[in-house]
Nanobody
Framework: QLLLVESGGGLVQPGGSLRLSCAAS????????IGWFRQAPGKEREGVSC????????EYADSVKGRFTISRDNTKNTVFLQMNSLKSEDTATYYC????????????????WGQGTLVTVSS
């Protein structure tokens, strides 16, 4: 059974940090390109970061460059999103998703999604 389970969200003060986890089952994260996306209330979903299959190349939205880091632990079959220097505008539900087999980009559609984890940045 294919599963992507996000965890690690919560309430954090501006300037704080959180690490999100995306645990996969039913497939190996190393074999697929995995992305993090977010959707704030009343806004469209946007791509946050992406890590490509095998080579592990990374991409980031301009709004999070220098603050967020995506990584992959193949032994845990998990993809992480380390979020530092959080801002109120980072408040959103964060989703991880898998790109179709063989794809190296998150820009052309994802074929499987997790249920999301809520991140709230507020004092």
């Amino acid at each position: 059974q294919l599963l992507l389970v996000e965890s690690g969200g919560g309430l954090v003060q501006p300037g704080g940090s959180l690490r999100l986890s995306c645990a996969a089952s039913g497939f190996n994260v190393d074999d697929y390109t995995i992305g993090w996306f977010r959707q704030a209330p009343g806004k469209e979903r946007e791509g946050v970061s992406c890590i490509s299959r095998k080579r592990g190349g990374t991409e980031y939205a301009d709004s999070v460059k220098g603050r967020f880091t995506i990584s992959r632990d193949n032994t845990k079959n998990t993809v992480f999103l380390q979020m530092n220097s959080l801002k109120s505008e980072d408040t959103a539900t964060y989703y991880c998703a898998r790109a179709p087999a063989g794809w190296h980009s998150c820009s052309y559609g994802m074929d499987f999604w997790g249920q999301g984890t809520l991140v709230t940045v507020s004092s």
